[in-house]
């Protein structure tokens, strides 16, 4: 930026180069161009000043499409940088070459010595913005530009400035003009030297800090030309040109594009102390004693001491306004080191507050962690890390109790969850008052407690089960009611196992015995229970497998009218022959298969194998066929529907089957359920499906039943017909026996005498008028093809005779 070429810039080529290389061919074929140019010009002066004006334009596209492509277009700093290269490009090249030079018109001449000092303002106003983002105190950067600008300004006067303007003939306005814009350069290079000391290693900023400086050497080489009274040389237009190719190139760099490289400054670094202690101390000594020292024939004018003085005043003044907005950044710093230490240490005693309430709550999320919420007791976890413990030390192996309430269930259903809550924790709170240091005490789940005892013998762990047994029974006040329970306890001691889940299990098979031992029991496990429920299991097991392996079979047992020894009915009775193994007996499948609810699919083949075989005994003979029924077979939702669908599906009337039921699977259940199941009954009676009751006179409210439920035929238990040969009982049980038959005969049921074994008992039951028995006396149960037989030959009529 000059008076002739002070917008002088590169170009290379036609076309600026793209791309992350594109800076660095810029610069080579730039530079290249910049070298030769005003070389040329003299020579060519066509060629080279058209070089010289390309170079100019290209170089100010280069800078307008750097700033563009890193988006910075929008930030003053750039803007101004870029103006400033379009006004330097006006007034060098169209200005001052085009209108002054060529065209010889003085007004051009005029516009272009305007848009210098523009030029240069601009591009001053676009550091000194581009200073002030790195932040710090607003001034800061000024400052220390002019302290560097008053620090090299002084030898420069002194070598350059005061003897170029003592050699010039007179102190013209292109002198003063030359003079103001070096000062300018060396402030805007002290801003640019700043931002470098402050940390800004960009390589743009790099760029952009030698463009400035290599202009500050033009302006000082025209200022030479100046004083001289000759127009520009090859020296200031190459660095002009110079300038130019750098500001583009910085431009262009990729690192633009990341200008937060420029740090925030420090209060102070070892570069700018160093900087500006040799530019306080050096400048002025530099600037008074070379001269003296190396003598001159010129003489030191008032001019230059005032100059120099003048100098060292302001540098003096700039350091003190430096140094007070270091104390003040300092000062504020501390405050605010002040501040962050109140608020660290507030923050402190919070964090030690908090620390606390957690170090609280993780207390409670362990003690929740490991605790019945209900009871209080520990939970399953910690039972069963007590129980693995116990049982790391073998030689003493330890005892475990399980505890599972009895009618529990009752008082949830009749009284409601916050009734049998409550009593849990009644429960909880006399169990822990029995339980000894080093016992484990847990509620495992719903009713059913355990409790580990390390190392107790058999005896220690009966005697504590005792205890509880009788703890528990022990009437309970619940919400102004009474309630009473009974505790079944299964027992392990004495009996070494491998782990927790072997104790477990050896312990609930002593409490499932003590279940099945009519509850409010304690029952010691013992080694056979293992095997036996191994048993259970195998058994369980091919049960599942019997119908699909065709283990199944029906035998029947006649019902015979004892007046006419006729065959009236034959009762199917199931039979298990496993493949390869020895038939199981009825009383030990029968109960496995209510147990697991294979009953269902059982009950449903026996009733479709006794209507096929019932359809022709039937038709032939006008026997009927009699199946026993389960509770859990009555309590499925389709039974009745499946019992009609295989009556239809046999082509069977309904009045030739009979279902068999016990009271006992009435009395087993809630009064709810009975009426539920007394309506499925009624519902099969209704389409003509004969019910028997089975072992009537057992139970202690079989009279009251026949009031409700639909009955046909009374089937009397075997008890009654052994004990009539008894000399003991004879005379009651006869009376027993009459007067059920008379009641059937009142209520017009059919009554059925079951074990019949002898002729005695035959003619006794005859003599007083019962109709109907079957036993061993007349067959036992046996396949379908021998009733066959037998309905074809009646034997049973000469027995009767």
């Known amino acids: 930026m000059s008076q002739t070429s002070p917008g002088a810039v590169r170009a290379a080529g036609s076309r600026l180069v793209r791309g992350p290389y594109g800076w660095l061919a810029y610069l080579v074929v730039g530079g290249l161009l910049t070298l030769a140019a005003p070389l040329l010009a003299p020579v060519f002066p066509g060629p080279g000043v058209a070089i010289l004006a390309l ?218 102390v160093t900087t500006f202690l040799a530019v306080t101390l050096l400048s002025p000594l530099v600037s008074c004693l070379v001269p003296l020292i190396f003598g001159t024939d010129e003489v030191v004018s008032l001019r230059d001491y005032v100059a120099i003085i003048l100098m060292t005043v302001l540098l003096a003044v700039l350091l003190v306004l430096r140094l007070t907005i270091v104390a003040r950044v300092a000062e504020a710093r501390a405050v605010a080191m002040d501040t962050q230490a109140e608020q660290l240490i507030a923050q402190t005693a919070k964090l030690t507050v908090a620390l606390h309430k957690q170090e609280q709550l993780q207390r409670q999320l362990t003690h929740r962690a490991s605790r019945d919420p209900l009871t209080g007791l520990a939970n399953r976890t910690v039972f069963n890390e007590a129980l693995q413990e116990a049982l790391t030390r073998p030689e003493t192996p330890p005892a475990l109790l399980l505890l599972d309430l009895d009618g529990f269930k009752d008082v949830n259903d009749t009284f409601g969850h916050s009734v049998g809550d409550e009593l849990l924790a009644q429960v909880g709170r006399r169990l822990r008052g029995i339980i000894t240091a080093g016992n484990t005490l847990a509620r495992l789940g719903g009713d059913e407690f355990a409790i580990v005892m390390p190392g107790a013998a058999t005896a220690t762990a009966t005697a504590v089960a005792q205890r509880i047994r009788n703890s528990l029974q022990v009437p309970y006040q619940v919400g102004g009611r009474e309630l009473h329970l009974t505790t079944s306890i299964g027992v392990l001691a004495g009996t070494p196992v491998s782990n927790a889940s072997e104790a477990l299990r050896d312990a609930d098979m002593a409490l499932y015995a003590a279940k099945n031992a009519g509850k409010n029991q304690v029952t010691v496990f013992d080694p056979d229970m293992r095997a036996a429920r191994l048993e259970h299991s195998r058994l369980t097991t091919g049960l599942r497998h019997a119908i699909s392996r065709q283990e199944l079979t029906l035998n029947y047992q006649p019902v015979v009218d004892l007046n006419t020894g006729g065959i009236t009915a034959v009762e199917a009775l199931l039979r298990w022959n496993p493949t390869g193994d020895k038939p199981v007996r009825p009383d030990v499948f029968i109960p496995i298969a209510e147990e697991t609810g294979l009953i269902i699919p059982i009950g449903l083949w026996v009733l479709e194998q006794a209507c096929a075989d019932a359809r022709r005994w039937y038709e032939q003979y006008g026997v009927y066929v009699t199946v026993n029924v389960s509770g859990r077979q009555l309590r499925d939702e389709s039974f009745s529907e499946a019992v009609l669908a295989v009556l239809r599906r046999h082509e069977l009337p309904e009045q030739a089957l009979v279902l068999e039921i016990t009271e006992s699977m009435l009395l087993a259940t809630t009064s709810a359920e009975t009426q539920r199941l007394i309506s499925v009954l009624a519902k099969l009676r209704e389409h003509g499906v004969r019910i028997a009751l089975d072992d009537f006179g057992t139970g202690y409210s079989s009279l009251a039943y026949l009031r409700t439920l639909p009955v046909d035929i009374l089937k009397i238990d075997r008890s009654f017909t052994t004990a009539l040969t008894d000399v003991d009982h004879r005379q009651r049980t006869r009376a027993f026996t009459k007067a059920i038959v008379e009641l059937s005969a009142s209520l017009d049921l059919r009554t059925v005498v079951e074990g019949v074994e002898s002729d005695d008992q035959a003619s006794m039951l005859q003599q007083m008028g019962c109709p109907l028995a079957q036993g061993y006396l007349f067959s036992p149960p046996t396949p379908a093809a021998r009733i066959d037989d037998f309905l074809r030959i009646a034997p049973w009529q000469e027995a009767a005779a």
């Open 55 to 272: 170079l100019q334009l290209a170089s100010v596209t280069a800078i307008i499409v750097g700033v563009r492509r890193h988006g910075l277009s929008g930030q003053w700093h750039w803007r101004l940088i870029a103006a400033a290269a379009v006004v330097s490009y006006v007034e060098g090249v169209l200005l001052e070459g085009l209108g002054w030079f060529w065209l010889q018109i003085p007004a051009f001449l005029v516009l272009s010595q305007i848009g210098t000092p523009i030029a240069y303002g601009l591009a001053l106003a676009g550091l000194v913005l581009l200073g002030l983002r790195t932040g710090g105190a607003r001034w800061a950067g000024l400052l220390d530009g002019g302290i560097i600008t008053i620090g090299v300004g002084m030898p420069l006067w002194t070598f350059l400035i005061d003897p170029a303007m003592d050699r010039a003939e007179t102190l013209t306005s292109g002198v003063f003009l030359a003079t103001a814009v070096l000062c300018v350069d060396l402030l805007m290079l002290g801003v640019l030297v700043r931002m470098v000391f402050d940390g800004g290693r960009a390589p743009w900023l790099t760029l952009i800090t030698a463009s400035f400086a290599v202009l500050l050497v033009g302006d000082g080489a025209h200022l030479l030309d100046q004083a001289a009274g000759r127009d520009a040389g090859v020296p200031a237009m190459t660095a002009w040109l110079g300038w130019a190719l750098l500001t583009g190139c910085a431009a262009l760099h990729p690192s633009l594009a990341n200008t937060a490289q420029i740090r925030p400054p420090a209060i102070t670094s070892r570069a700018r």
